[in-house]
């Protein structure tokens, strides 16, 4: 079956790692997106079957492990991995018109973020945003390929004050087939900048924000219903930014970073909305927040805690007590944690040293292996005598 590969460009594990979703023949859209070729590896029968006959966008795994999501030509799909059958939940996708649970140019580029489809915690509905931009104007762009003459690529490209797509809120009901419309009436020229279901399987949360993008509701939306509420409101006189740190712990309670004391910090707030406590203070910023343990109940961020110029890795208890900083070494700190936060890979670099690579406890930074040195490059460059770098601050 590994002849139908020609490589590998990525791949992704089912929920239960017992299936290997991978992707081949990609091609490039824009900055982000891509379609490919995607495969279905089942690692106990060692079978390997194509999903579809077409490249695809964003195939998604459920959390149930039984199906399958995914957009082609703007409509969505869900793949059944039992009965290996298609079900099309869109059909009025159609190329500069209308986009289905994929974002347009502007989300892309603007929100970073390419996928607008999310599943439950049930495995049983699925949220997207559908993009309507049908009067937002066209751009065309020379592509020199192999021809005498380059071929036109025409996109909906919306300059400064000009027509952005009209965005609308949806929730497909896998069981049913039925898909409901949620109303957000209420806003007028607003993004759906993030979509995500909750620990909750029937609560959504989408976070709207204004075109200024100085004003943003977190909204909780009702799956049945339809009924939303704005659980939390950002608010800033030049810009709130957007992020896809929005952890929900299990009891529905959720960890928020915010800039609302000038300073970014790490926020914990109950299933209503209700401040709990605020995690991380002072004058300093978080500049990365890595996850959430909920084994230990602690929290893994870095920050500038160390000065302003430096990185580290931090952890500290939900409740926002028994900080400790796991990092060491003075510059730039970078951590990619293992899935069950018992470990870390810390990249570390400084002005003054080449780069280094080490595997850490969580639990106390403590070194378990160096992963790359660099001393025979830091041999080689000694020679050379270069002059030492200095940093200082100006007040």
Not at 240 to 245: E, K, Q, Y
Not at 256 to 271: A, M, Q
Not at 305 to 319: A, F, M, P, T
Not at 350 to 367: C, F, Q, V
Request: charged share 25%; no cysteine.
């Amino acid at each position: 079956d590994h002849k139908q590969l020609d490589g590998i460009d990525s791949y992704t594990f089912s929920p239960d790692e017992k299936k290997i979703l991978i992707a081949n023949n990609s091609d490039q859209i824009f900055r982000h997106s891509f379609v490919a070729d995607y495969f279905i590896y089942d690692i106990a029968k060692k079978t390997l079957t194509k999903l579809a006959d077409y490249k695809v966008q964003e195939p998604t795994f459920s959390p149930d492990g039984t199906k399958i999501g995914y957009a082609h030509d703007n409509n969505l799909y869900v793949y059944d991995l039992t009965t290996q059958k298609d079900t099309q939940i869109t059909k009025d996708g159609k190329k500069n018109h209308i986009i289905n649970g994929i974002t347009d140019w502007v989300y892309e580029e603007e929100f970073s973020f390419v996928r607008a489809f999310d599943w439950n915690a049930g495995s049983d509905k699925i949220g997207f945003i559908r993009f309507d931009e049908t009067e937002v104007p066209e751009f065309s762009m020379d592509m020199y390929n192999q021809g005498l003459y380059p071929t036109q690529y025409v996109f909906k490209y919306p300059k400064a004050g000009e027509k952005n797509a009209i965005v609308s809120l949806h929730v497909y009901d896998v069981k049913t087939g039925a898909t409901k419309k949620i109303n957000l009436d209420t806003y007028k020229d607003f993004y759906i900048a993030r979509i995500k279901w909750t620990n909750e399987a029937n609560t959504l949360s989408a976070q709207v924000l204004n075109r200024h993008q100085n004003n943003l509701d977190l909204l909780f939306v009702d799956g049945n219903s339809g009924a939303t509420k704005i659980v939390v409101n950002e608010k800033d006189k030049a810009y709130v930014d957007v992020t896809d740190n929005l952890t929900f712990l299990k009891d529905n309670s959720f960890i928020w970073t915010s800039e609302k004391d000038g300073f970014n910090h790490i926020y914990h707030y109950d299933k209503n909305g209700k401040l709990i406590n605020q995690i991380t203070k002072g004058k300093w910023e978080v500049t990365n927040y890595y996850g959430f343990d909920t084994k230990t109940g602690t929290i893994f961020y870095q920050s500038v805690e160390n000065g302003s110029i430096n990185r580290d890795v931090y952890s500290i208890k939900l409740n926002g007590k028994d900080k400790k900083r796991l990092t060491t070494e003075t510059g730039t700190n970078a951590a990619t944690f293992s899935p069950n936060f018992e470990y870390f890979i810390n990249s570390f670099s400084s002005a003054k040293n080449t780069p280094r690579y080490t595997l850490n406890e969580s639990k106390t930074g403590k070194l378990v292996k160096t992963i790359v040195s660099n001393e025979a490059l830091e041999s080689k460059l000694a020679k050379y005598d270069l002059p030492t770098k200095e940093f200082f601050e100006l007040t």
